[in-house]
């Protein structure tokens, strides 16, 4: 049995704090304290916190980041696009672990995987600058071949599986033909020696099915998390993702 590790993302602990303050990043009564939450979810047991810094800066901004790379005791791990702006954030603030993701500035949340095949000779300039910084380097796509071979051969240290089509089609009980494709990419990274992640739409129902996937290390999770929190509190809506994550067979 293996430990699967929570990576908890707190972008929604920002974006109810923009809701009211976006206007007012000054105010000392701007709430709820996106530090305090990242705490209590360690404290809870979260093996890392994942906060997505957005080009249009709708939930977290620079200043979130730099105060989680100060305050954060396990590891950060920064989610971003390749855009040079953000990557010079980055490589100020040098986060843990940086999570490449495509991202359009229309979308609500991230649609997609990066298309890795279509985009590496972009990719690996970036990859090798923030690797070259001490950061460790992880790909967000899609669970198909191409894309975990197209990882693979960039030199990244880890990928992390889109499992947003897994959770839709867990709603609408169709859920084989993405489990399966899960399953073979999970297969395909390990045999590269890519660390496997897993995020994007997990919740407290469709995680049973997380489980059927092998070999992998860390899930990524936060809409979830942050929703349950608002009825029984950050630091239990963690535990009861932890408990269900338990017995992982790997
Ligand atoms: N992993 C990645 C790469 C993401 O872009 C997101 C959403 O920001 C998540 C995980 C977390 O997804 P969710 O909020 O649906 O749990």
Redesign the pocket.
């Known amino acids: 049995m293996s430990e699967l590790r929570l990576g908890v993302?707190i972008?929604h602990v920002a974006t109810l704090r923009q809701a009211r303050y976006a206007t007012m990043p000054e105010s000392k009564n701007a709430e709820p304290e996106v530090i305090a939450a990242a705490a209590i979810c360690e404290r809870a047991g979260a093996k890392g916190i994942?906060a997505?810094l957005r080009s249009d800066r709708r939930h977290m901004q620079d200043r979130d980041i730099e105060r989680l790379r100060q305050n954060v005791m396990t590891k950060l791990n920064l989610?971003m696009g390749n855009t040079p702006e953000i990557v010079d954030v980055a490589l100020r603030i040098v986060p843990d672990e940086v999570?490449l993701?495509p991202e359009k500035r229309e979308e609500i949340?991230?649609e997609g995987g990066l298309d890795v095949v279509a985009l590496r000779a972009e990719l690996e300039p970036t990859i090798k600058r923030l690797q070259t910084a001490g950061i460790r380097v992880s790909l967000?796509v899609d669970p198909t071949l191409e894309q975990i071979d197209a990882a693979g051969e960039l030199g990244v240290e880890m990928v992390?599986l889109h499992t947003g089509k897994l959770a839709n089609a867990f709603a609408e009980k169709i859920e084989q033909q993405e489990l399966q494709n899960l399953q073979a990419a999970a297969q395909c990274a390990s045999e590269l020696k890519l660390q496997v992640n897993a995020?994007?739409?997990?919740n407290y129902e469709n995680i049973s099915l997380i489980h059927k996937i092998p070999h992998l290390t860390e899930l990524?999770?936060?809409?979830?998390i942050v929703s349950r929190a608002m009825f029984v509190g950050i630091e239990d809506a963690v535990r009861e993702m932890l408990l269900a994550m338990e017995n992982y067979r790997g």
């Open positions: 993302n972008d994942v997505h989610e999570c993701v949340t991230t967000f992390e995020g994007h739409g997990i990524n999770i936060g809409h979830s």
